[in-house]
Nanobody, 117 residues
């Protein structure tokens, strides 16, 4: 059973930065497409960014130029560097992984990010 554990959320002022981390338990983490999704209060979960096993990245328009997704396969870790944070980035952020062989999806428990002065 794959487990994903996020960390790094918290309270930050507008214009500030945070880095989220997600550690995966599976030894084949490097083959997974990994992503960060976020869920706003009262809204459905939506994609913020994802990164393929080859390192290609895709970002939602709302985070382009401010967020950077990266991965360290040697550490089974996914990152999301978030800069110039805005109050509208306030959400619970979830790490997501998809096994390319089985297409089974895995989710972390979520980490809350609050952007407020």
């Amino acid at each position: 059973q794959v487990q994903l554990v996020e960390s790094g959320g918290g309270l930050v002022q507008p214009g500030g930065s945070l880095r989220l981390s997600c550690v995966g338990s599976d030894t084949i983490f490097s083959t997974y497409t990994m992503g960060w999704h976020r869920q706003f209060p009262g809204k459905r979960r939506e994609l913020a960014a994802f990164i393929t096993s080859g390192g290609s990245t895709v970002y939602a328009d709302s985070v382009k130029g401010r967020f950077t997704i990266s991965r360290d396969n040697a550490k089974n870790t996914l990152y999301l560097q978030m800069n110039n944070l805005k109050p509208e980035d306030t959400a619970v952020y979830y790490c997501h992984g998809r096994d390319p062989v089985t297409n089974i999806e895995y989710w972390g428990q979520g980490t809350r990010v609050t952007v407020s002065s």
